[in-house]
């Protein structure tokens, strides 16, 4: 079996819940809190009119901001104007933290042709405090399997 906890050691919690992936929406859920109704939603368009390599963070909003980390790979996270996406490759991660609880994150991804790009099934996802981070893991010893090529984020807080 495949393990998406992360580092998460609460193991009464079962396999996949922190990560769903449906289409080309990508969820990450903290099985531990309960969803408000409070949302920050990040159009990635709005990072404007240059390509921006690497990409180390941005602001969303109200606090929250979302930082990234190629995770020691030679493809680092990016922002292409063209396309209007964020791109992560395999072992790329980013974290979001904001000043409270966070429940769920909604990632809308890109698609091209037939391609969608919503990053790895191996991806790990953990939550801690005020954060969560998203993990692209990809451990074969050749390929980088999928990226993930972010279009808008939405943060869902906590009750």
């Not at 159009?43 to 602001?59: H, M, N, Q, R």
């Not at 953990?126 to 990809?138: C, L």
Request: net charge neutral.
């Amino acid at each position: 079996y495949e393990d998406f906890r992360g580092e998460n050691t609460d193991w009464s919690i079962p396999l996949n819940s922190y990560l769903s992936i449906e289409g080309q929406v990508v969820t990450l859920t903290n099985a531990n809190t309960e969803v408000g109704t409070e949302t920050v939603t990040y159009e990635v368009k709005t990072l404007g009119g240059a390509d921006i390599k690497p990409l180390t963070s941005i602001d969303l909003a109200e606090g929250l901001k979302m930082t990234f980390d190629a995770g020691g790979e030679q493809n680092a996270p990016a922002y292409y104007k063209q396309h209007h996406n964020v791109r992560m490759y395999k072992n790329n991660s980013f974290t979001i933290t904001g000043n409270k609880k966070i429940a769920k994150v909604v990632l809308n991804c890109d698609k091209f042709k037939e391609d969608i790009y919503v990053g790895n099934a191996t991806a790990t996802v953990s939550f801690s405090g005020n954060s969560v981070t998203y993990k692209n893991v990809f451990s074969e010893p050749k390929g980088g399997g999928v990226q993930m090529r972010i279009l808008k984020v939405t943060v869902v807080y906590a009750k």
